[in-house]
């Protein structure tokens, strides 16, 4: 944002990127990620006392409200990692004995997840923090603008989902 003339700015409006000006789709893309990494600033200090990560925390509650066994690879479709990153991160919650990973009776080759105690437990604190957190954060929006807020969400996730998936990468040629 250009600092208005005789206007003394706010703190916030000093630190908006300033590529892009003359474009509202560049403008609107920086700051939905300038936002999101704010945003996930304040979930990641508000988990702290937990001690867990936000992307811990998200796998908790899936595993946890999840209504089948969770994979590895049906999470990192839900949280958007790589198999090598859901890798990463299971292993330091079973380290840190949040998580089990238990091989399939089945199928020998598929991994389940499930929750231990701790997991368990940790799972309700974060889903307390959450709503508290998300209640402060939005509360500046109207339930009809979460609404709109969330169906533009929504049309931008399916657009970016079909632009990865057409992408092509120097691992694919």
């Given at each position: 944002m250009a600092e208005v003339p005789g206007r003394k700015q706010k703190e916030a409006d000093q630190y908006?990127?300033?590529f892009g000006a003359g474009?509202?789709?560049?403008?609107?893309?920086?700051r939905l990620e300038q936002v999101r990494i704010l945003v996930y600033?304040?979930?990641t200090k508000s988990f702290q006392p937990l001690g867990i990560t936000p992307e811990q925390a998200i796998i908790l509650v899936e595993v946890h409200n999840?209504?089948?066994p969770m994979t590895p690879t049906r999470l990192g479709k839900i949280i958007r990692r790589d198999a090598a990153a859901i890798s990463r991160i299971l292993?330091?919650?079973q380290k840190n004995g949040t998580i089990l990973?238990?091989?399939?009776?089945?199928?020998?080759n598929l991994i389940r997840i499930e929750l231990t105690p701790k997991g368990t437990e940790i799972c309700e604190g974060v889903e307390k923090i959450i709503k508290s957190q998300h209640a402060v954060l939005f509360?500046?929006?109207?339930?009809?603008?979460?609404d709109s807020f969330l169906v533009m969400l929504e049309k931008i996730n399916k657009v970016a989902s079909d632009v990865l998936r057409h992408m092509k990468f120097k691992s694919d040629l």
């Amino acid at each position: 944002m250009a600092e208005v003339p005789g206007r003394k700015q706010k703190e916030a409006d000093q630190y908006w990127v300033s590529f892009g000006a003359g474009d509202k789709n560049i403008v609107a893309g920086l700051r939905l990620e300038q936002v999101r990494i704010l945003v996930y600033r304040v979930i990641t200090k508000s988990f702290q006392p937990l001690g867990i990560t936000p992307e811990q925390a998200i796998i908790l509650v899936e595993v946890h409200n999840s209504s089948a066994p969770m994979t590895p690879t049906r999470l990192g479709k839900i949280i958007r990692r790589d198999a090598a990153a859901i890798s990463r991160i299971l292993s330091r919650m079973q380290k840190n004995g949040t998580i089990l990973l238990m091989k399939d009776l089945e199928y020998k080759n598929l991994i389940r997840i499930e929750l231990t105690p701790k997991g368990t437990e940790i799972c309700e604190g974060v889903e307390k923090i959450i709503k508290s957190q998300h209640a402060v954060l939005f509360k500046v929006l109207s339930e009809t603008e979460v609404d709109s807020f969330l169906v533009m969400l929504e049309k931008i996730n399916k657009v970016a989902s079909d632009v990865l998936r057409h992408m092509k990468f120097k691992s694919d040629l």
